[in-house]
Structure formats: C-alpha cells, structure tokens
C-alpha cells in the first residue's frame, strides 16, 4: 500500500505542476483530470511487486556504454533529436539504454516519461526487466499481447506489434513523453514503427517531440530502404571487431567448409535474400547434412554448446537427426516448438545439459545465450546483417570458454554470397582454417588478393614508402568484356544483372532505360549516386530523357540497395533479374551480329562462346565505354612498356642510382 499511496502522491504532484492555470476556469476538471491518473487496478499490481524486483541494480558502465551515452547527450544539446547507438551484439545495449533513461532531464519541464519499443516478446521482457532493477522507484509498465498499460507509467515498454493495433496507441499523450528508444532500430522504418513514430511526432525533426534513440548491432537494411529517413545521426559506433580487440567480446576462430551445393539456380525474395523453401530444397540433403555434422566432429567436437542455424524448420528437423545418427545429443528449437518445452530446452543448453542446439530465425535478435562456443552456419545468406547476428550470437563472454569457433558451410555461387571472407574483405573464395580475427585481418592487409580483376600481378612495397603497386592485363577486349568477376561483388548484393563499366559505375538496363550508380567526389550529400535515364519513341525516333538522380548514399551498399528497391517497381524483373532462365541460353544471333561487329576478337564469336546473359552484359559494357576503356589501357601500357625498357637499359648501364635525382648526373 504504502507503493500505491507513492504513485498516488507522485502523480498528484505531476498534475500540480503541468495544470494549465491560464486557461478559463470553464475548463472542466472531470475531463482533463483522470486521464493522467492510473487505475486503481495499475496501481494495485505494483503494490503486490516482491522485494527481489525493486532491489536497485548498481551496474558500472564500461568505458565504450559511458562514451555511447555521453555523445547521445551532447547531440541532444545541440538540437539533435533523432539519434542512432550502432553498437555490436553483445556490447549490452540494453543496459545502455535504460541507464540513458535517467541521464536525460524532463522536456518542456515536465515531459518525464519513456517509452522503449521492441519487436519480439524476450526483448520487450527484458528491457522491462532492466528497467525494474534499475529504476525501483518508477512506475514500468508493459504494453504487449494481453497485458496493457495504463498510459500513465513513468516507462512503458511496448511490443510494436502491440503499439500499432488499433487505438492502444492512443492512450499516451506525447505531449508527456521525454524519450523513446527503440530496440533492434534497423527495423524502424518499417511501417508499423514509422506510424508509431508519427503519433509521437517524430517522422520529421522537431523541438516539440520527443527524443529518438535508436539501437542497433546492424544499421542498415538489406532492402535499400533509408534509415535516413527516421535516424538523422549515428552518434557513436562499435563494432565487433573493435570489441572482440578490446577484449569486451569473445575472441572467434573461423573455418570455412566448402560444399558442391550450387545456389546459382536459387531464387531470391523480395528483399534479395535467397527464398527460403528454394534455398532449403537445395540445402537439405542427405549429403550436405553429412558433410556438415562431420565437419562439427572433425573441428568442434570438443565444444561445449553449439549453435546451428538451419534454413527452415524441415531443415532443422532433417539435420538434428543426422547429429543424432552419429551419435550427438542434438535438440531443436523452432516457432512450432511449445512455450514450456521451448524454455526448458533452452535453459537445459544454457546449462551445458546437451552440446548441439539447433534453429532456424529464432537466435538471430535479443538472444542472450554467452555459453555458446561454437556457431554453424548451415544457412547460406546475401544478407551482411544477416550473417553478422549469427556470428554474434557466440560472441558473448563466459567464464569457461576461451573463444567462439565459426563453421561456415560455404556454397557455390559464382556471383556470390555472403560469407566470413567477404565480412573480412577477402575473396569468396578464400578458404578459413580455424583463423582468429587477428588471423583474418593481417592476411587481408598482407595478401596478394584482388576480388574484382583477373591475373593481377604485385609488386612488394618498395622502399619505406610501403607502396603496394597492381598491375592489371587483359590480352583482349574480348577478356576484359567477358571478365565476370569485376560483377561479382555487386551482384552478390543484388538478385539484378548490373554490369560494371568502370571502377565506380555500375548499369543496369532494359528496354525501356537504365539506371546508373556512380561514385561522385562533388556531391556533398552522399558519394554514391543512383540515376535513371528512360527512352521512348517519338516521330523523331528514339528519345533520352535527361539523367534524373533517384537516390543519393554514404556507401556502395546502400546505394544499391535503393537502386534495386526502385528497380523492383519501375523495370521489368523478367529482363533484369540476374537468375532468369533465359541468361544460360546460348547467346542469340542478333546478339553476335552486334558483338562480330565490334570486331572485339580476331575470330567470329559463336553460341559456343557466349549465353544470352553473358552477351548482353557485354553489349552494355560496349554501349557505356568498357572498349574505350581498353584502348585507353592499351596505350597506357605501351607507354609504361617503353618506360620499362628505358629504366632496364640505364640499369644495365650503370647510370642508375638509388637516391635522390638531384644528387646524379641525369
């Protein structure tokens, strides 16, 4: 009682200080008054809260979670108020955003509450557990499934699922609402977060709304769609290769198994990630289960607790019993799998009870799990956020675990997939032996490796200067043309047929136009500019319209991402999509008529030599200057030829001194 009779003050006194004493007297009390009231109800259920969940939480912050808020604060004050935390999983964002709660001071005076917004049941459970310990001495409410809030609580954490049905919303008055964060943020220009978000006025940048605080392992989005458009600054950064050398995270070992398992035939989802049931029918077989569950003997028996994620539910089922048939207590966990087994299953593997836990989708967000010391990814993805929350899951700290080992089941994909080299920056191809993160990055800095030209040469460093000097031959146009893997990398970001025509400019065209992504030192708004050029017919003939910028963004990804969201809806997937049937036929007599007559080989090129794809990615490359590019290529080596005889010939005279110029008779 003596809880209840604190609210009952508390909110009295809130009443006092915001009661609008200018207004006329006619302003009926009845009205206004007991919609900031909580129920009797509300205030009976926190009456009855045991000991144990209002003991306070005394937490020291690490140095990085004291930093992150710091520069939230200091943004504030400077008239920011839609921020963004990209900090790695594992870092304790949770913790850093309820200790954020107390730091910021009411708006307006008397705008004191908070509202934290996540989209699954544990995170919403356990931000609201945070806040308990944390805070006994407020009011936590939960807005989620059957249990509601009043409205009135001092912080509401709410399900958006829950938030955005209709008229639960409704019951807060932003106008008393100081802060709102935001879980998982890389979710939040999604629509039930952006209305969310304009009930609390915070679609656009405003002094009247308030706080945005976003947090997120993974700020992007691998649709393209901007998360500009509600965050406008990324105040602080961690990632989880600083936090694992800043020993806060969990030291990780890699290993990459190669399959014959060819995903090139795969579809892909709105999104661009592999479809699932197609990616399972290519995934789950008998041999592909084999190979993975004796590379877990063969580099992880030995592990602890090991997480597997599997493609879709049938998978997990398929590969458990393969674990099981050799002998390992394998169990899994899917979205069918009861609430009560699936708790007692959980806690089992937290104790160390069975070594192999095996899922699909449910471990990648909010899953505090820090025993894991092995991760498999049996779950091929083009998506980086992706394939870096898997990998987190096993990053956490734990007394009896000296670093997390990550086995990556790689397939063949010739335009590529996500995967741990191409998260470190080295080729797909790269193989991974139990290498640490030190391992992988001193290999990146030090290899002879380009993933986007062919028979590239390396010069060592020279001098101290530590110059690193690549040269690059093509014997033909007809190579350069035909050199598939300057696409790579672009199109194992999209399921789209772009075509690189010089080092930062990308085309992806059709009948009806194209689009361009193109790297711009001038534009001061993001260096990587999307445009769209449309052709139609007129009586004149055929018309261009001029170039029109459809998107402008601070990275590669990103930039493609937005051009493949626009794509999607303006250009004809049939003569785009970069999986279609008709890219493997042999390549079409009109198609070699063109090519013969760029006279680009010294021979006729047949359909023995070229499909319809590769045929008409080089008809681009032709049409947007990939052969000027060559000839210019040629002549800049024929002149760096002549160099080299010259600089040969005063070596073999011996006129030639290592030195300064100005010190030599030359």
């Known amino acids: 009682m003596r809880r209840m009779a604190f609210l009952l003050r508390r909110q009295s006194r809130n009443l006092l200080w915001s009661w609008p004493y200018n207004a006329p007297w006619q302003q009926s009390v009845s009205s206004w008054f007991p919609r900031r009231l909580p129920s009797m109800t509300v205030l009976a259920r926190y009456a009855s809260t045991k000991a144990e969940d209002i003991i306070p939480l005394k937490i020291q912050l690490r140095d990085y979670q004291e930093e992150s808020i710091q520069s939230v604060i200091e943004n504030l004050g400077k008239g920011h108020n839609r921020l963004g935390l990209s900090l790695a999983t594992g870092s304790g964002k949770t913790v850093i955003f309820t200790q954020l709660i107390h730091r910021i001071p009411p708006r307006n005076g008397r705008a004191d509450q908070t509202l934290i917004i996540a989209h699954r049941k544990e995170l919403v459970e356990q931000a609201a557990r945070h806040c308990r310990l944390a805070y006994p001495d407020k009011t936590v409410e939960i807005e989620m499934g059957a249990t509601k809030a009043s409205g009135a609580a001092d912080i509401t954490v709410a399900s958006i699922r829950s938030l955005a049905s209709k008229g639960r919303i409704e019951k807060f008055d932003p106008s008393y609402f100081k802060l709102v964060l935001v879980d998982e943020a890389h979710h939040i220009v999604a629509p039930q977060y952006r209305q969310a978000l304009e009930y609390f006025g915070l679609t656009e940048p405003s002094n009247n709304a308030p706080a945005l605080v976003g947090v997120s392992a993974t700020f992007f989005r691998f649709d393209g769609l901007k998360l500009g458009s509600v965050i406008d600054h990324i105040v602080y950064h961690k990632d989880y290769i600083d936090m694992i050398g800043e020993k806060w995270l969990s030291d990780a070992i890699f290993t990459t198994v190669k399959t014959n398992v060819d995903l090139s035939r795969v579809a892909k989802d709105s999104s661009g990630d592999f479809a699932t049931r197609a990616l399972s029918e290519a995934v789950n077989t008998a041999t592909v289960n084999d190979v993975t569950v004796r590379s877990w003997l063969t580099h992880a028996s030995d592990r602890r607790s090991t997480l597997v994620f599997c493609v879709d539910i049938e998978h997990v089922r398929q590969l458990t019993e393969a674990f099981r048939d050799n002998g390992i207590d394998a169990r899994y966990i899917t979205a069918n799998t009861p609430r009560q087994t699936r708790n007692e299953e959980l806690e089992a593997f937290k104790k160390g009870e069975y070594p192999v836990l095996l899922n699909c989708g449910l471990f990648t967000e909010g899953t505090d799990i820090p025993n894991i010391d092995c991760v498999v990814l049996a779950r091929p993805t083009r998506s980086k956020s992706l394939l870096i929350q898997m990998i987190g899951r096993g990053l956490r700290l734990h007394p009896q675990k000296e670093n997390c080992h990550i086995i990556d089941m790689v397939s063949t994909l010739n335009t590529g997939i996500m995967s741990t080299p191409t998260l470190f920056g080295l080729d797909p191809d790269e193989a991974l032996n139990t290498q640490s993160v030190k391992d992988i990055q001193k290999r990146k800095e030090h290899e002879d490796f380009d993933p986007d030209i062919p028979d590239a040469g390396y010069i060592r460093p020279l001098g101290d200067d530590d110059v690193d000097v690549t040269f690059t031959t093509y014997d033909s146009v007809f190579d350069l043309l035909n050199d598939e893997r300057v696409d790579r ?132 490359k032709l049409r947007f200057g990939t052969k000027n590019r060559f000839q210019s290529e040629q002549k800049k080596r024929k002149k760096e030829e002549k160099m080299r005889k010259e600089f040969e010939k005063q070596i073999s005279q011996g006129d030639v001194r290592v030195g300064p110029l100005s010190q030599q008779d030359l």
Not at 501 to 526: C, F, H, P
Not at 539 to 549: L, W
């Open 489 to 620: 990398h672009i199109r194992s970001i999209s399921r789209y047929s772009w075509v690189r025509v010089n080092t930062d400019r990308y085309i992806l065209a059709e009948k009806s136009g194209w689009m361009t992504i193109e790297k711009s030192d001038q534009d001061i708004d993001g260096p990587w500019v999307v445009e769209l050029v449309q052709k139609y017919e007129a009586a004149t003939g055929i018309v261009h319209t001029r170039p029109r910028v459809i998107a402008r963004a601070p990275d590669f990804e990103q930039a493609v991402r937005s051009a493949d969201t626009f794509a999607s809806t303006n250009f004809k997937d049939f003569a785009i999509n970069s999986s279609q049937s008709w890219r493997r036929a042999p390549a079409s007599e009109s198609q070699l008529k063109v090519l013969n007559g760029k006279k680009i080989l010294d021979r006729l090129i047949t359909s023995k030599d070229l499909t319809k794809g590769q045929a008409a990615d080089m008809l681009t």
